[in-house]
Nanobody, 126 residues
């Protein structure tokens, strides 16, 4: 089992910045291959925002956040961060962190993820 705990989020002014944190713990925490941030706006499907491969720190970003988002990790603390700048109203969504243990495909594939955080609401006000 892996426990995933998120922190951060809230209301941000358009043009502002945001930092979300995600800490993993548990029996399989050392076997995490990928950590990803996903978001889901009302009436829309959950979509990938950014992913990180823990072994080589390879990253992937959705086109909608490329050049505005940075995903990084602190291996010693089993924590992954998502920092976003120049926030837009369309970034408003519930943000979820998730981990993939023993993945079989690329980290940007949502179906690789088996442990999810509790979600945190991000609202961008214009």
């Amino acid at each position: 089992q892996v426990q995933v705990v998120q922190s951060g989020g809230g209301t941000v002014q358009a043009g502002g910045s945001l930092r979300l944190s995600c800490t993993a713990s548990g029996y399989y925490a050392s076997n995490i291959n990928c950590v990803g941030w996903f978001r889901q706006a009302p009436g829309k499907e959950r979509e990938v925002v950014a992913t990180l491969t823990t072994a080589d720190e390879d990253t992937y970003y959705a086109d909608s956040v490329k050049d505005r988002a940075t995903i990084s990790q602190d291996k010693a603390k089993n924590t992954v961060f998502l920092e976003m700048t120049t926030m837009k109203p369309e970034d408003t969504a519930m943000y979820h962190c998730a981990t993939a243990v023993y993945r079989t495909g690329p980290c940007q594939n949502i179906y690789e993820y088996n442990y999810w955080g509790q979600g945190t609401q991000v609202t961008v006000s214009s």
